[in-house]
């Protein structure tokens, strides 16, 4: 069975960092895309960017460019979503999903970022 | 990048009712579209895929169609339980791109 496990609920001040993650496990992590997508409260969903495990080919949607980094560790078979300095504006949900047409999904870790 | 226009942003229906969804994409994306069906606080959940293939578990009152630019999302029968809110997405070129929503409510 095909599963994506992510990191809990953080809380976190402006300029903090933070790091989340979203396990694979069922399938071949390395031949599988992983994205990443942010819901803000009450609004649609908004795709971050992506990575392939196999070889770390990243890309990011333009919005999301400079704003955050993408990793993946395959020998745990995990990817990162991180931020080096959080702004009270990342206050969001933020799902992993696999591949671009989002066939499998995390259940979202809660990122709230409140002085 | 391409962009999805979703129609209409929100409707309200009755049980029984027979609702379509549509999403126009800017320019031709093939068949490379599936959509989504979120209830509030909970994971997105695919319904279709490829346009028009059904998710495996899904009710047969859901069905999808179109391709090029043009898709529909329909659902033959309304129930209680599909009160949410449903995303188109276009996957056939990058970034993937979110349609901007469409809130059934009953």
């Known amino acids: 069975e095909v599963q994506l496990v992510q990191s809990g609920a953080e809380v976190k001040k402006p300029g903090e960092s933070l790091k989340i993650s979203c396990k694979g496990s069922?399938?071949?992590?390395?031949?599988?895309?992983i994205g990443w997508v942010r819901q803000m409260p009450g609004k649609g969903l908004e795709w971050m960017g992506i990575?392939?495990?196999?070889?770390?080919?990243?890309r990011y949607s333009p919005s999301f460019q400079g704003q955050v980094t993408i990793s993946a560790d395959k020998s745990i078979s995990t990817a990162y979503l991180q931020w080096s300095s959080l702004k009270a504006s990342d206050t969001a949900m933020y799902y992993c999903?696999?591949?671009?047409?989002?066939?499998?999904w995390g259940q979202g870790t809660l990122v709230t970022v409140s002085s | 990048d391409i962009q999805m226009t979703q129609s209409p942003s929100a409707m309200s229906a009755s049980v029984g009712d027979r609702v379509t969804i549509t999403c126009r994409a800017s320019?031709?994306?093939?068949?490379?579209l599936a959509w989504f069906q979120q209830k509030p606080g909970k994971v997105p959940k695919r319904l279709i895929y490829?346009?028009?293939s059904l998710q495996s578990g899904v009710p047969s009152r859901f069905s999808g169609s179109g391709s090029g630019t043009e898709f529909t999302l329909t659902i033959s029968s309304l129930q209680p339980e599909d009160f949410a809110t449903y995303y188109c997405?276009?996957?056939?070129?990058?970034?993937?791109?979110f349609g901007g929503g469409t809130k059934v409510e009953i």
């Open positions: 069922g399938y071949s992590f390395t031949s599988y895309w």
């Open positions: 990575i392939y495990p196999g070889d770390s080919d990243t």
């Open positions: 997405l276009q996957h056939n070129s990058y970034p993937p791109i």
């Open positions: 490829a346009s028009s």
């Open positions: 320019q031709g994306i093939s068949h490379y």
């Open positions: 999903a696999r591949q671009t047409e989002a066939d499998y």
